[in-house]
């Protein structure tokens, strides 16, 4: 079973330019997150999807951060315009439905804001 | 103030030691989880604790839930290199789809 995909791996941009994430899930996974991890601390999470709606994106800054799952399958996250507190590894997962499902995580896109 | 605390931050033993990273709280889970991630690489799943006092092994890690499910315990007997990666915790609030971490314990491990 292939894992969760994300492009691109890296990515260095100066601040105030836009940037955008792409994530596949498992197949048949209906629930999709992304989370920022910066260095040295854990991940948190920006946003959850449902298919194609939000769960929540209550800790999502949404006056720079977008995130759309338009067709319930991949997602993107967009950051516009980007500050270097953003610099961060930016990670996807998805589920199967429900509380306490384990969730699978990609291999994240690691952010550098100059 | 942070939800999880976890300790030691960084951890550096030889391969063959023992060793025991902490997970605390003064909140009730009901379930808290255990990951490993490694450079370049999204966290992975090592176990889930339910029980108060309930103890889980795999292979050569035991997990220990504490009995007020406030606190956790993983212990790593006789480290392998291959153990070397952030170990982080996390929990989800009853009523709650999100999972909040920890910041990890880095462990390596030294051959």
């Known amino acids: 079973e292939a894992g969760v995909a994300q492009s691109p791996r890296y990515k260095i941009i100066e601040k105030r330019q836009s940037v955008a994430f792409w994530c596949n899930p498992i197949s048949g996974h209906a629930t999709l997150y992304w989370y920022q991890q910066i260095l040295g601390q854990g991940p948190k999470l920006l946003i959850q999807?449902?298919?194609?709606?939000?769960?929540?994106d209550s800790q999502l800054p949404k006056d720079r951060f977008s995130a759309e799952r338009l067709k319930g399958v991949d997602s993107t996250l967009k950051i516009q315009p980007a500050k270097l507190e953003d610099s961060a590894v930016y990670l996807c997962?998805?589920?199967?439905?429900?509380?306490?499902?384990?969730?699978?995580f990609g291999p994240g896109t690691r952010l550098t804001v100059l | 103030t942070q939800l999880l605390e976890q300790s030691p931050q960084f951890l550096s033993i030889q391969e063959g030691e023992n060793l025991t990273v902490y997970c605390n709280s003064s909140?009730?889970?009901?379930?808290l989880q255990w990951y490993r991630q490694e450079p370049g690489e999204g966290p992975v799943l090592l176990v889930t604790?339910?029980?108060?006092?309930e103890v889980k092994k795999l292979k050569r890690l035991t997990f220990q839930f504490g009995d007020a499910r406030k606190d956790s315990s993983l212990h790593i007997t006789a480290a392998q290199p291959g153990d070397t990666g952030l170990y982080l915790c996390a929990v989800r609030e009853a009523g709650s789809y999100q999972l909040t971490f920890g910041k990890g314990t880095k462990l390596s491990v030294i051959p």
């Open positions: 909140s009730v889970f009901s379930s």
């Open positions: 997962a998805s589920s199967r439905p429900g509380q306490g499902v384990e969730q699978f």
């Open positions: 999807f449902q298919n194609n709606g939000v769960v929540d």
């Open positions: 604790v339910v029980t108060g006092g």
